[in-house]
């Protein structure tokens, strides 16, 4: 995998960047805020869906359909002009109407337009992935909608959920400096579509193939040739873009940051603990930050390191699209939406904290900068007797798996003396010898309760073959313990074992932020399969001939000692925020 340079480079960026860190340092007075969202009541009503269309510059027509505000009296368009939202669909901008989650916006003073992508509903062109091509709509949308759109006052704003959301960030990134786009709000979103979704530790999931089934495909679309169906059918069949090659990296939300920040164009992202990917946008806040301030993308934000309000994140407890289009998420994005398209002054983006998530087991919201919030990590260790020790074995040991006869282990550790806060990624260590050139180990964390209550925090999986480590990428904690191993998962850093090979893996298990109370217990369930897994894994043919039948020891030496490191920070360190950022339930 090739090296990612940092987004800043030459005499004329560090420049920029340092006058960037000195207009921080420069306005302390705009790095607090006491914002707290201020509802408004409906000033408009909403008209009737208007029908149009607009040619891209390959001549492509795509469809799309217009609400504007109106006179809540007399239902006539309202005088005067407003901003312009755009979202778009893939799922079609009619015949039904696709307004209902934008009601709130427009009766609030803005046109909002919802174009079909091309290749799907009623628009021309061939179907795709997200992509450049798709970014490049978009452009040409934002230009329409400032400057031909009847009504509208030539500030444009990008809104949408889950696909709706996702495309914002390709958007962002094709129109250039000085664009008529303003702000965006991808919700639902997610940062890294290889790792993320189409595959999980090497392996392809079922997700692409799934949502290229349920797009309705365009008039001028063949399913059997788009470029959706070519990813498709690389996933299934072990081809080029089963591997994490440079048509990923060209989706890859993290690595269009640096654009997008260049562009000038400010984002404020959501997303779930529950999500098709939890905590999905987090990797996107990440980007952001280090793309504003000339710092590695990938790298985590530490503690007094500098941020900015431009870029904002909610992570709730909530899964994929829930409550999005209620009062409080909806009034959220007005403000957002407010603050850089109406030019009115909020506040809402001089603020210190621009994360904001939602703390699991203590129902509150949080507001930070850093991610993860705390350096401190602890380390515990597979024992014998099914125990999660923070002493490694005195003893040689090993525990059993089968590939065909999938049956977990299971290791806890003794009560927790003390309250701790689980806040970021974590990383479980394997060490293993297979019978198969392959192995796949699923690992799933779980903090179990004084009652034997179980509640999952986080899953992840690898295939042996993938286990090459980019530590450029990789994150770590304490005594600099790994907590989020990075993995190129390309077709060159693939490394199959040799029967009875001792190797070492590394499994990222999805991050979380939860409070866990003195007297619950931690635990890591290792398995062959993935029977709870957040998304279904389908290896290709090529990997599951490496990977049937094969038997699995997993090593408990003092010397090769497998274990799982988590981020834990004392409860005292955070402060609930004064905003509601959305329902806890």
């Not at 978009?138 to 889950?162: I, K």
């Not at 090497?202 to 063949?222: E, H, K, L, M, S």
């Not at 949080?366 to 993860?372: E, I, K, N, Q």
Request: charged share 15%; net charge neutral; glycine share 10%.
């Amino acid at each position: 995998m090739r090296e990612r340079k940092a987004p800043f480079r030459g005499l004329a960026h560090l420049l920029g960047a340092l006058l960037l860190v000195l207009a921080s340092v420069a306005a302390p007075a705009a790095a607090h805020s006491s914002w707290v969202p201020q509802p408004e009541p409906a000033s408009y009503g909403r008209s009737q869906p208007v029908a149009v269309s607009v040619t891209m510059d390959d001549g492509v027509v795509l469809a799309a359909q217009v609400a504007y505000p109106t006179d809540p009296v007399t239902g006539e368009r309202a005088p005067g002009e407003f901003p312009v939202l755009i979202s778009q669909n893939p799922y079609g901008a009619g015949p039904r109407d696709p307004f209902g989650g934008a009601d709130y916006l427009v009766k609030r003073g803005y046109i909002y337009v919802v174009s079909a992508v091309r290749g799907s509903g009623a628009s021309g062109g061939q179907l795709d992935w997200f992509g450049a091509r798709q970014g490049k709509d978009g452009a040409a949308l934002v230009n329409w909608a400032a400057r031909s759109l009847t009504g509208s006052d030539g500030n444009v704003g990008l809104d949408g959920c889950s696909y709706l959301g996702v495309n914002q960030w390709f958007t962002a990134a094709a129109v250039g400096k000085h664009s008529p786009l303003k702000a965006i709000a991808p919700f639902c979103t997610d940062s890294d579509f290889y790792n993320d979704l189409a595959a999980a530790g090497g392996i392809p999931t079922t997700f692409v193939p799934g949502i290229g089934r349920a797009i309705p495909r365009g008039p001028q679309d063949d399913p059997l040739t788009d470029p959706l169906s070519v990813t498709v059918n690389d996933l299934r069949n072990g081809g080029p873009r089963s591997y994490n090659n440079e048509y990923w990296h060209a989706l890859n939300v993290q690595e269009l940051l640096p654009k997008i920040v260049a562009n000038g164009v400010p984002a404020l992202s959501q997303s779930g603990w529950n999500d098709l990917f939890p905590g999905g946008n987090l990797g996107a806040y990440v980007a952001a930050q280090n793309a504003y301030y000339g710092r590695p993308l990938h790298a985590p934000i530490r503690t007094g390191q500098p941020v900015t309000g431009r870029y904002q994140a909610i992570v709730g407890p909530w899964t994929h699209g829930q409550h999005v289009t209620g009062d409080v998420l909806a009034n959220i994005r007005k403000e957002w939406f407010d603050t850089w398209l109406k030019r009115r002054p909020t506040g809402m983006a001089k603020t210190a904290k621009p994360l904001h998530v939602f703390q699991n087991g203590a129902s509150r919201w949080v507001d930070t900068a850093a991610w993860p919030p705390s350096p401190r990590t602890e380390t515990f260790y597979l024992n014998d007797n099914s125990a999660l020790t923070t002493t490694k074995p005195a003893t040689p040991g090993t525990d059993a798996l089968s590939w065909s006869t999938p049956s977990p282990l299971t290791y806890t550790t003794a009560p927790l003396p003390t309250a701790k806060v689980l806040d970021g990624p974590i990383n479980v260590s394997v060490h293993l010898t297979s019978t198969t050139p392959d192995a796949q180990v699923t690992a799933t964390v779980n903090l179990v309760a004084p009652d034997g209550s179980v509640t999952k925090q986080g899953g992840g999986v690898l295939l042996a073959g993938m286990r090459e480590l980019d530590t450029r990428q990789s994150w770590y904690g304490t005594g600099h313990s790994l907590i989020k191993a990075a993995h190129p998962f390309t077709q060159s850093s693939q490394r199959l074992l040799t029967p009875g090979e001792a190797v070492r893996m590394d499994i990222s298990v999805l991050a979380n932020f939860t409070l866990i109370p003195a007297g619950h217990r931690l635990q890591v369930v290792l398995s062959s399969q993935a029977p709870d897994f957040h998304l279904q894994l389908a290896p290709t043919p090529q990997q599951r001939a490496n990977l049937e039948l094969g038997q699995y020891r997993i090593s408990r030496a003092p010397g090769a000692a497998s274990s799982i490191t988590l981020p834990l920070a004392p409860p005292g360190m955070f402060a609930t925020s004064p905003v509601n950022w959305g329902p806890s339930y």
